[in-house]
């Protein structure tokens, strides 16, 4: 009996073992994938406030550049909101002038000069044609 407790300790001491490190290795595929999900949320949400960004305001080029490396800088998802909120008031406040294009020029009238009413014409050439006109 004791020699039969002593094995069944020891398979049972075994299973722990097994167990254990496969609640170690779960533990790092957690952590590892925990870490990729914050990688991924932080990457869109500088997309996102960079999108809305470029949305609100018309910007050169070079304004489109210093956004993307202002946001790029930012380490956190909190950074990003501040850079986000920095970037936008500083956006509202510069006056930017938009210049008159040419679709917005009054042009010459699209409208036909003469209506060309070929179902008239016809319409008139069978009454004459039935003794009507």
Request: hydrophobic fraction near 35%; aromatic fraction near 6%; charged fraction near 35%.
């Given at each position: 009996d004791?020699?039969?407790?002593?094995?069944?300790?020891?398979?049972k001491?075994?299973?722990?073992?097994?167990?254990?490190?496969?609640l170690?290795?779960?533990?790092?595929v957690?952590?590892?994938?925990?870490?990729?999900?914050n990688e991924v949320?932080?990457?869109?949400s500088?997309?996102?406030f960079?999108?809305?960004?470029?949305?609100?305001h018309?910007l050169?080029?070079?304004q489109?550049?210093?956004?993307?490396?202002?946001f790029d800088?930012?380490?956190?998802?909190?950074e990003?909101?501040l850079v986000?909120?920095?970037?936008?008031?500083?956006?509202?406040?510069?006056?930017?002038?938009i210049?008159?294009s040419f679709?917005s020029?009054?042009?010459?009238?699209?409208?036909?000069?003469?209506?060309i009413?070929?179902a008239n014409?016809m319409?008139?050439?069978?009454r004459?044609?039935?003794?009507?006109?």
């Amino acid at each position: 009996d004791e020699e039969e407790q002593h094995e069944t300790k020891e398979v049972k001491d075994d299973e722990k073992e097994v167990y254990e490190s496969r609640l170690k290795e779960a533990y790092a595929v957690i952590q590892f994938l925990r870490s990729k999900i914050n990688e991924v949320n932080l990457l869109n949400s500088k997309l996102l406030f960079s999108n809305k960004i470029f949305k609100k305001h018309s910007l050169s080029e070079s304004q489109k550049i210093t956004v993307i490396e202002n946001f790029d800088r930012a380490s956190s998802l909190r950074e990003v909101k501040l850079v986000y909120a920095t970037l936008s008031e500083a956006l509202k406040t510069a006056k930017i002038r938009i210049k008159e294009s040419f679709a917005s020029k009054p042009i010459a009238s699209t409208k036909p000069k003469a209506i060309i009413n070929e179902a008239n014409d016809m319409a008139d050439r069978l009454r004459k044609l039935a003794g009507l006109k």
